[in-house]
């Protein structure tokens, strides 16, 4: 289904060579898999468990301002799902897609934060995601910048309770959930 809301871009493919540079677009794609993935360290990991489970409530609203975030701050973006072309951004929050979409990306973190001790099942899951959104056309810049604006939106939920060291543990999940996407989408 992905394939039909994304524009064809001509040429579009990523390097599937060991030394791995997506010849998309700039230098930002470029992935040594030679890299080690990131490490969480087991004060992070329960740091983001124990938030995780206080924003269970919010969980489908903060995947929804997550992509509108993403659209306000690289319209391109929003240019790649055509449905949203054109809709102000309190019809993208109505949108049935983009919830959809939205809820998927909640729905991975979870599923990150439960196999996070199991580096190999984690591999195994987001290089598959990430090897299918190459289907969806998905361009391999934009798996990067999910973290930041997801970290933007949950921060607010948590007032004076957010911290430097909060930020830090979401943030490393994230580089590990894009790394090993971006293994997905750059290796056959
Ligand atoms: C951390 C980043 C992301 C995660 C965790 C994620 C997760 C998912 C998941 C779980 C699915 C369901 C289908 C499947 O399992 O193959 C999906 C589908 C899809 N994703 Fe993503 N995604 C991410 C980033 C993006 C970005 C940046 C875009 C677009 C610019 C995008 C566009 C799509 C599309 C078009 C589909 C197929 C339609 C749909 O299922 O809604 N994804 N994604």
């Known amino acids: 289904m992905g394939s039909s809301i994304f524009k064809q871009e001509e040429g579009d493919s990523?390097?599937?060579n060991s030394s791995v540079t997506s010849n998309q677009s700039s230098s930002s794609t470029v992935l040594?898999?030679?890299k080690e993935p990131p490490v969480l360290n087991d004060h992070q990991k329960s740091l983001l468990r124990e938030s995780w489970s206080s924003l269970q409530d919010d969980i489908a609203k903060v995947g929804v301002v997550t992509f509108i975030r993403l659209f306000e701050t690289h319209p391109?973006?929003?240019e790649t799902f055509l449905p949203f072309r054109g809709l102000s951004n309190s019809d993208m929050e109505n949108s049935l897609?983009?919830?959809a979409h939205a809820l998927r990306v909640m729905?991975?973190?979870d599923k990150c934060l439960t196999r996070i001790d199991s580096p190999t099942r984690l591999d195994d899951l987001l290089k598959g995601l990430g090897h299918r959104h190459i289907s969806y056309n998905v361009h391999i810049d934009y798996i990067d910048m999910m973290g930041e604006q997801f970290i933007k939106a949950i921060r607010p939920k948590f007032g004076d309770a957010w911290s430097s060291e909060l930020e830090v543990a979401w943030t490393g999940l994230f580089?590990?959930?894009t790394y090993h996407m971006k293994?997905?989408?750059i290796q056959e």
């Open 107 to 109: 729905i991975t973190v």
């Open 175 to 177: 580089d590990v959930m």
């Open 32 to 34: 040594k898999l030679d």
């Open 14 to 16: 990523y390097s599937r």
């Open 76 to 78: 391109d973006f929003q």
């Open 183 to 185: 293994r997905g989408i």
């Open 97 to 99: 897609i983009l919830k």
